[in-house]
Structure formats: C-alpha cells, structure tokens
DNA sequence: GTCTATAGGCGGATAGAC
DNA sequence: GTCTATCCGCCTATAGAC
C-alpha cells in the first residue's frame, strides 16, 4: 500500500471514531507513522484530507453493494440479502457507518446533497426497482428510508445493548437483526 | 430567565448545531451576550457545561413524553400519540435529537450507559408495558428499537429529502409520516 | 518525499481589578 | 458576577534543509 493510501485508511479510523475537529494533522500522520508537515505533500489541506477520506470510504462501500443489487436472485431474496449483508459489513467495519452519520449531522444543503447524490441514490433507485416488483403500491420512499433508518440505528445502537430493558442473547445474533429487519420491511410493504 | 439558564440555553443550540468540539467557550459567551471568563463563574470548566446543557435538554424532552405515556389512552391511541408527539417534538426543537444522536456517536461505555439509562430507560419500559397489551408475543426490545431509529432517522433525513429519489410533498407531511410510522409499527408488532 | 523549525492564530482556563 | 489582560498549549500550515 502506498503513502498515500495508508493516509487515507489511518483518517478514515480517526474521523470515523472521534469527528472531524477531534482529529489533529498530527493524530493522523502519527497513526500513518510520520510527521504531520508530511500530509501536506498529499493533500492540500485538513478539508482536502476528510473529503478524499469521505470519497474513499464512501465509494468502496456503494461498490461492496452493488454487487448483491445486480445479482439475479428473485426479489425477496436480493432484499433479504441486502439487509444481512449491509448489516455485516456496518458491524465488522464501522467506518462507513460513523462517518456517514457524522455527516447527516451537518446541515450545511451541500453536503446533504453530495451525500443524498453520491452515496444514497444509486442504491435507492436500485432499491426502487425491487420494491417495485414487490408492491407497485407502496410509498417506496417511505420504506427505503425506514430501511436505512433501521440498519444504521440497529448496528450504532448494538454498544450500548446491554443497558437498555428487555434486551435477550438473541439481539446480538446479526443474523436474528437481519431476519426481524426484512420481515418488519415486507410486513410494512404490504 | 437567570444567567445561568440563558446560558445553557445558548450553549445547547450551539452543541446540538455544530458539535462539542466545534464550539469554543468564546461561541457560547459571545451568544450569550457576556465574555468568556464569566462562563466560569457559572460551571467549572466546558465540560461541566456541557454535561449541564445534556441534562437540561434531556430531562425535559424526558418529561414532555412522560405526560402522553401516563395518560388513560387505550395501548392504540397511545402508542400513535407517542409517535405524532415525537415527530412533533423533534421536528420544531431539534436540539434533543442532535445532542442525542451525537451522544451516540461516541463509543465510550459510561456515556453510553447514562444515555441509556437516564434519556432511554424510563420511555422504553412505558413503552414495553403498551406493547405488551397490543401483543405479548412479539419482540419488544427490537420494536422499540426500530420505532426509536424511526423516529430519530426519518426527521433527520428530512433536510436531504429533496434530494432523494422518489420523493413525493406527502413526505414533508409530519402527519403523514407520523401516520407512517405508526402504521409499520403496528404490522411489525402482528 | 520526509524532516525540523517555526510562524501565526485560536483554544481553555486563570488572575485580579472593579 | 463580569470584565480585561494574559498564560500556555495545541492547532493548521509553510519554509527550507536534506
């Protein structure tokens, strides 16, 4: 892996877990082992740094999916594997995850818009198509917004499991999350 | 309203808008119409006023749900009310939903633990009891889990609808969605 | 391409006058 | 209880040696 690289997956980890203004150029290049003067060979600035951070992260993951959107299996079968797969892949690499939430905080309109545009459409339309074939008749917005609301809460909520009520071993088997997750989303297309 | 409330009221736009590390003493005063220093006359040091702004923001959302889930409602007309209420809530003050979700972003177990035990605890066992009349069978944790991602995901991604695919002006509708909600809610519970 | 040294600014926090 | 003045450390970013 070159340099160049290496920088970009120790920012990744560091804006994943403590935030954007959390981190120091020196945090970064320290993980990356050298100097922080060295980053500014590759990267303009701290901002140029995060948003090729955010690109990086961002694209890998939308690729990882696109694969299961554009198998051939049956419709409820291509969306019961999005949903287990989206799972596991948020819970064994979390920076995905964390990063996209550190962004949907933000509420500057233009970086909404680059999130909505570049990391979400395609795998709604995708989402679409298969919603479509499923129930013409549901509000697919709706239900493809549910989805993401439920994976991202479900996998960020998993931390901290053990100290809220009526939690059960069973709740921290992803493959039980994943089968009530597509079950409350057919139940709730229908 | 004393200085000390004018103060975390101020502190608590500024931390739920751009975040614990984004905001410098100086925001806080210079919004609260005062200096720096004299912040120190009040909470011993940022973090202590900090720790005060969550408090303050989350035992009054805390106590505004309260009212609605003590009520003689029949389990039905709670559970919508509860919903309706949230949106509602979350939709004109946001400041409890982004200190919240922004709280848990951090993965330290001990703020983990008090959110879940001082903002979480209390509606999620209301909530179980409802559930439990609606239908003792099913999976309480996991609704109540899903109806919180619900609540906090489908405000959240409100500002970025227009960006999103397949969005109609019913989604804008706090209603509607609320109506939405609910109904999900009731199909995952079956 | 990486380093040391450093500029220049902003951060939290305190001392002490009023 | 609020202010001004200030300390001191860390930050981003650059200059220039190697």
Redesign the interface.
């Known amino acids: 892996m070159d340099t160049y690289q290496k920088i970009l997956t120790c920012a990744a980890e560091l804006f994943a877990?403590k935030?954007f203004?959390?981190v120091s150029m020196r945090d970064i290049a320290s993980q990356a082992g050298m100097r922080a003067p060295s980053l500014y060979n590759h990267f303009r600035d701290k901002q140029s740094l995060y948003q090729a951070t955010l690109h990086e992260v961002f694209s890998q993951h939308n690729t990882a999916l696109i694969g299961v959107l554009t198998s051939t299996d049956d419709p409820h079968g291509k969306l019961q594997q999005v949903v287990h797969i989206s799972l596991l892949k948020m819970a064994e690499e979390p920076n995905f995850r964390?990063l996209l939430?550190?962004e949907?905080?933000q509420?500057e309109?233009d970086r909404?818009?680059f999130?909505?545009?570049e990391v979400?459409?395609d795998t709604?339309?995708q989402l679409?198509a298969i919603l479509q074939l499923i129930n013409p008749q549901a509000?697919?917005?709706?239900v493809?917004?549910?989805l993401?609301?439920?994976l991202?809460?479900?996998v960020?909520?998993a931390?901290?499991r053990d100290?809220?009520?009526?939690?059960?071993d069973k709740?921290a088997d992803l493959a039980y999350?994943s089968q009530?997750?597509y079950?409350?989303l057919l139940?709730?297309l229908?």
Chains 1, 2 share one sequence.
């Open positions: 877990e935030g203004e959390a964390l939430q550190r949907l905080l509420n309109r909404l818009q999130l909505a545009e979400m459409a709604c339309h679409q509000d697919h917005h709706f493809i917004t549910s993401m609301g439920h991202l809460f479900h960020q909520i931390q901290m100290f809220l009520p009526g939690v059960e709740h999350l009530q997750i079950d409350s139940k709730s229908k």
